[in-house]
């Protein structure tokens, strides 16, 4: 039986493995922390229970392929995906059914209910011209691109405005600067800069207004668990607390991992962590990393888990409290390297949905801002100074009191994101796509120069985020189906 050994049991790294044993491979994951999951993760704190890490969900049947039936996990899908509140006072509803969304929007702003359906109409058109190439194919393989269906969307690529910027996209689409900011927000799902990234990523509002999006009844943690209730069912074996040192993999032939200083061989290496950790400190290929350095990283996160003593009628599941000055935001975040005075705040209260994430009457609130990756800021005073106006804000515009109801609080900064999951500067998605050509350039599922090593997860091809990181571990089976063979 040949075997691999996959290095980090992130989500893309747990999905690749439940592939590769169901392929007949023997597949061994080596994970650094205690438990799975990576970025997806839980902290429990003070009776409260937390997702530490995503908290939206969609694509939910990119899980559900994975899982045998009896270990699918129950999740709904939700009416209302966002509830944005701005400065003056106003409060949109995001709600997943279209029609109600645009009603929503003809009532509470000065666009009309036809301008979003269009939107989500051309959001919907952009996902069946590019999700099959960009999301669901190797891409860097040109011989599996060519294909009558992929011909067709070849064709459509002009219709897609593929060379616009997606702020500028909103802008022309919608004329209340609230709406523009809400579809501008789109940019940062994948820790971008909407004034600098594509328009494509107008597909985001597909994703969550067309297809919808989702929570799972026990918290996003449970998709953790069930990937690795899966992997050990289909025979994968795990090594927690078993950082991988080094991988030895120059030219063709076996693979190697050092482990605790020993040396274990692969037929084959799949790295499931961020590619420029790997080139940097687990390949030591300073070429590589270099390059790799060149493109601007995505934004990392602050996020301060707030259990809180009452709850909150005014807040839904998702919430986000707009910056008055988004541009200002970006330019802080990518140029600056800060975070602004007003920053966006985004609060998950998935108690909302889950009571027993809280105790009785009280809330579990994740309140996260963007932040720039580090570049040895001084994060202790950026928390401090930070946590005090989202306070202030928070108090503002839910006309209600905050600090005083904090009774338990643990924060995460970019410094702790890249010690505890390896992501560089705690970057969250690897590189931004705060250039047109982004896609183009992220680092493919596996390279010529390097047989034997694929690589899935957040910080390659297709990119990050939970649906992306699945999809990465199908394309890199694939690739290994094809080029090293499947024994089941
Ligand atoms: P990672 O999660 O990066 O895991 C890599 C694993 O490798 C880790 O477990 C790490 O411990 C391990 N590792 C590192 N070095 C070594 C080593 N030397 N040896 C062995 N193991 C090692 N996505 C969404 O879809 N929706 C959201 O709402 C969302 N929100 C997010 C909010 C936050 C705050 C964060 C941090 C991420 C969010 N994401 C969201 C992104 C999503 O979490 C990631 O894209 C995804 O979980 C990354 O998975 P991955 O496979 O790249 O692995």
């Known amino acids: 039986m040949k075997n691999a050994g996959v290095i980090g049991a992130g989500i893309g790294g747990l999905a690749v493995a439940i592939r590769l044993a169901r392929m007949g491979w023997k597949v061994v994951v080596y994970e650094k922390a205690e438990k799975a999951g990576g970025k997806l993760n839980e902290l429990q704190a003070g009776g409260f229970r937390f997702d530490k890490g995503p908290s939206l969900f969609t694509l939910p049947h990119l899980l559900d392929e994975l899982l045998d039936d009896d270990l699918r996990i129950p999740y709904r899908k939700l009416d209302v995906v966002t509830r944005y509140f701005y400065e003056d006072g ?22 009309s209910s036809e301008s979003v359906l269009k939107y989500l109409k051309k959001a ?16 860097h393989r040109l011989s599996k691109l060519i294909t009558l269906p992929n011909l067709w969307r070849a064709l459509q690529l002009p219709r897609i405005q593929a060379l616009a910027k997606l702020h500028r996209k909103n802008k022309a689409s919608f004329s209340d600067p609230r709406l523009v900011q809400l579809f501008d927000r789109f940019a940062t799902y994948n820790g971008s800069n909407p004034y600098e990234a594509p328009a494509t990523l107008q597909v985001i509002a597909h994703l969550e207004h067309n297809l919808g999006a989702y929570f799972p009844d026990r918290g996003m943690y449970a998709i953790a668990t069930a990937l690795q209730k899966q992997a050990e069912r289909s025979g994968v074996e795990f090594h927690f607390t078993t950082p991988v040192q080094k991988v030895l993999a120059g030219g063709e032939g076996p693979k190697a991992l050092l482990i605790g200083g020993q040396q274990h061989d692969f037929d084959l290496v799949v790295s499931d962590v961020d590619v420029r950790y790997f080139y940097d400190k687990l390949l030591m290929d300073v070429g590589r990393f270099r390059e790799l350095k060149k493109q601007e990283p995505s934004s990392s996160a602050m996020i301060f888990y707030w259990g809180m003593k009452r709850q909150y009628q005014e807040l839904d599941l998702h919430n986000i409290f707009f910056s008055e000055n988004y541009a200002n935001e970006f330019e802080c975040l990518f140029r600056r390297k800060t975070i602004c005075d007003d920053p966006t705040v985004y609060v998950y209260v998935s108690s909302k949905q889950n009571p027993d994430d809280a105790p009785p009457e009280m809330e579990n609130w994740f309140v996260m801002v ?6 040895g800021q001084n994060w202790q005073n950026l928390i401090s100074k930070t946590r005090k106006q989202i306070v202030l804000k928070l108090e503002r515009m839910l006309k209600a009191s905050v600090n005083e109801q904090i009774v338990a609080e643990h924060v995460l900064d970019p410094l702790q994101i890249e010690s505890l999951t390896s992501s560089v500067g705690g970057a969250i998605y690897g590189a931004s796509s ?14 010529k120069d390097l047989p034997g090593v694929y690589f899935v997860g957040g910080s390659v091809h297709p990119g990050g985020g939970i649906p992306l990181c699945l999809a990465s571990a199908k394309i890199a089976a694939d690739l290994i189906k094809e080029k090293e063979g499947s024994y089941a």
């Open 90 to 111: 106003s409060v949109i509803n995001a709600y997943a059914d279209p029609h109600r969304f645009a009603k929503e929007v003809s009532e509470k702003t000065s666009d």
């Open 124 to 139: 919907s058109f952009i996902y069946r011209v590019t999700a099959t190439i960009f999301i669901f194919s190797s891409f």
């Open 370 to 375: 963007n932040a720039p990756v580090n570049s």
């Open 434 to 447: 705060n250039s047109l050509f982004a896609a183009f350039r992220r680092h493919p599922n596996v390279r």
